[in-house]
């Protein structure tokens, strides 16, 4: 057990992660939900805004720290 949270630990100590697949977008540790629309979504990380445009998005799930988006992701853009 102590191998798979080591592994964890490293996997997961950045600032940031965002991961795409499947129609879907999954950003890790970001601060806050600036705007929800269904064709513009902006999230806050640590050091800029992350500003996600396309068609039918919606988030999917939801936590304190983890995101998941849903549709058809057209561009993304990060706003320092």
Known sequence: MRIMKNLQNFLYDQDYFIDIFNNCLHVYDYEDLL?????????KLKAFVLKIEGENLV????????????GRIKEMRFNW
């Open 59 to 70: 988030v999917s799930k939801m936590d304190k720290h983890e995101i998941l988006i849903k």
């Open 35 to 43: 705007s929800l629309s269904s064709s513009c979504i902006e999230l």
